[in-house]
């Protein structure tokens, strides 16, 4: 039975609530780690907030310049995206965040770890297999999960116990962010028929309507500059989202199919992350050797399933990174971004390593492809297709 336990806290309702019932159904004591991973706020009131609750003790670590280059930018050069729409935004945050639980869990002795997840979330499945990953060894608890309480009931239960909250009944949607994106869902959403409110957008809210472009450059797959201004990781990623979704592009509305098997309406706003995997992907286009890149296209749907599933820290996953670090070498320049009033596109992009070669490409007078050599090129390329029809198919009864 657990002693000790550190808590992955959000200072939201559920962790609140989680971290009095802790302490008074499972009689443990509560350290509370908060991780800021670019989400914001106040976070001496979030370490308030779980001290009131009843918490030994509240640590805030603040992982973001780390969840950018550990995460974000590996899952870029992946050019990840979950059933080819979503960019991985709570996929990816979890591996950090339970990182730092461990880490903290070792700290203060803790012989447990706690998250607020629910029993048919995807984000418990990432919890609980990251963690015992890092450490088999430690106990994972889900007070959520066995519970019993409604919303309602939490709200209540938090007023009996004087934990400052700031839920109500009347807020009905629930809202995961971090410098990767943003995730909306519950309320009239949950009917995937029901057109998502307005209200529920934030990162993607329309201001600007003149055309503009915005160049992002790449060393070897990484982001290091925008309009030639080198930034930081989380720089850039603050600066690119804020820009593109000033058009309000970068909306997602799938139905996805959780790991817990069921299937469930989501909404994201990610204008950063769609519109870096964009450039990303496009420069490889011109940099990327032909096997190379559709290999590379093969292996980024399995990636992608791996991060939403909680395995990102599997062996699998390690190889595939190997095998993307090593394709992004030559991925070095600028592509251009053209924004509109609810649009982004590339119509650019530039490499001193590029293998895109306008002797061979153009039509014009310096043509350098050696078009005599296509004839006997050609008739071997389908030359088993030929015998077939033939032998075979629709030449056979002439």
């Given at each position: 039975m657990?002693?000790?336990?550190?808590?992955?806290?959000?200072?939201?309702?559920?962790?609140?609530?989680?971290v009095?019932?802790?302490?008074?159904?499972?009689?443990?004591?509560?350290?509370?780690?908060?991780?800021?991973?670019?989400?914001g706020?106040?976070?001496?009131?979030?370490?308030?907030?779980?001290l009131?609750?009843?918490?030994?003790?509240?640590?805030?670590?603040?992982?973001?310049?780390?969840?950018?280059r550990?995460?974000?930018?590996?899952?870029?050069?992946?050019?990840a995206?979950?059933?080819?729409?979503?960019?991985?935004?709570?996929?990816l945050?979890?591996?950090?965040?339970?990182?730092?639980?461990?880490e903290?869990?070792?700290?203060?002795?803790?012989?447990?770890?706690?998250?607020?997840?629910?029993?048919?979330?995807?984000?418990?499945?990432?919890?609980?297999?990251?963690?015992?990953?890092?450490?088999p060894?430690?106990?994972?608890?889900?007070?959520?999960?066995?519970?019993?309480?409604?919303?309602?009931?939490?709200?209540?239960y938090?007023?009996?116990?004087?934990?400052?909250?700031?839920?109500?009944?009347?807020?009905?949607?629930?809202?995961?962010?971090?410098?990767?994106?943003?995730?909306?869902?519950?309320?009239?959403?949950?009917?995937?028929?029901a057109?998502?409110?307005q209200?529920?957008?934030?990162?993607?809210?329309?201001?600007?309507?003149?055309?503009?472009?915005?160049?992002?450059?790449?060393?070897?797959?990484?982001?290091?500059?925008v309009?030639?201004?080198e930034?930081?990781?989380?720089?850039?990623?603050?600066?690119?989202?804020?820009?593109?979704?000033s058009?309000?592009?970068?909306?997602?509305?799938?139905?996805?199919?959780?790991?817990?098997?069921?299937?469930?309406?989501?909404?994201?706003?990610?204008?950063?992350?769609?519109?870096?995997?964009?450039?990303?992907?496009?420069?490889?286009?011109?940099?990327?050797?032909r096997?190379?890149a559709?290999?590379?296209?093969?292996?980024?749907?399995?990636?992608?399933?791996?991060?939403?599933?909680?395995?990102?820290?599997?062996?699998?996953?390690?190889?595939?990174?190997?095998?993307?670090?090593?394709?992004?070498?030559?991925?070095t320049?600028?592509?251009?971004?053209?924004?509109?009033?609810?649009?982004?596109?590339?119509?650019?992009r530039?490499?001193?390593?590029?293998?895109?070669?306008?002797?061979?490409a153009?039509?014009?007078?310096?043509?350098?492809?050696?078009?005599?050599?296509?004839?006997?090129?050609?008739?071997?390329?389908?030359?088993?297709?030929?015998?077939?029809?033939?032998?075979?198919?629709?030449?056979?009864?002439?």
């Amino acid at each position: 039975m657990a002693k000790r336990v550190v808590l992955a806290y959000s200072g939201g309702l559920d962790t609140s609530v989680a971290v009095r019932w802790l302490i008074e159904k499972q009689g443990v004591e509560v350290i509370a780690l908060a991780a800021d991973v670019g989400q914001g706020g106040d976070w001496d009131a979030v370490k308030e907030r779980a001290l009131a609750a009843g918490a030994a003790d509240a640590v805030v670590v603040d992982c973001r310049e780390e969840f950018a280059r550990d995460f974000c930018v590996p899952a870029l050069k992946a050019n990840a995206l979950y059933e080819g729409k979503y960019p991985l935004v709570s996929a990816l945050s979890r591996p950090v965040i339970v990182k730092h639980l461990v880490e903290a869990a070792r700290q203060f002795g803790a012989d447990a770890v706690a998250h607020g997840c629910t029993g048919k979330g995807n984000d418990q499945v990432r919890f609980e297999v990251s963690t015992r990953a890092l450490a088999p060894d430690l106990e994972v608890l889900a007070p959520v999960r066995v519970w019993g309480m409604t919303r309602e009931d939490a709200i209540e239960y938090a007023a009996t116990h004087d934990i400052p909250i700031t839920a109500s009944k009347e807020k009905l949607y629930s809202i995961d962010d971090n410098l990767w994106g943003r995730a909306i869902e519950c309320g009239e959403m949950e009917d995937p028929w029901a057109a998502p409110p307005q209200g529920v957008w934030s990162l993607t809210v329309p201001t600007q309507s003149d055309e503009r472009e915005l160049v992002i450059a790449f060393d070897q797959g990484v982001p290091v500059a925008v309009d030639g201004k080198e930034l930081g990781l989380v720089e850039i990623v603050e600066e690119v989202g804020a820009v593109v979704g000033s058009y309000g592009w970068g909306r997602i509305d799938m139905v996805e199919n959780r790991r817990v098997g069921i299937k469930s309406r989501e909404t994201y706003e990610c204008p950063a992350s769609l519109a870096l995997i964009l450039a990303h992907a496009d420069l490889e286009s011109v940099t990327l050797e032909r096997d190379l890149a559709r290999e590379k296209q093969r292996l980024e749907i399995r990636y992608a399933e791996l991060v939403y599933d909680g395995l990102w820290f599997s062996p699998l996953r390690n190889s595939l990174d190997a095998f993307i670090q090593e394709s992004q070498k030559p991925v070095t320049g600028e592509v251009r971004l053209l924004l509109g009033p609810g649009r982004c596109i590339v119509n650019g992009r530039r490499s001193d390593w590029s293998l895109y070669d306008y002797g061979l490409a153009t039509y014009d007078a310096a043509d350098a492809f050696r078009h005599e050599d296509a004839e006997g090129f050609v008739r071997l390329w389908g030359l088993g297709l030929e015998t077939w029809a033939a032998r075979q198919g629709p030449g056979r009864d002439r």
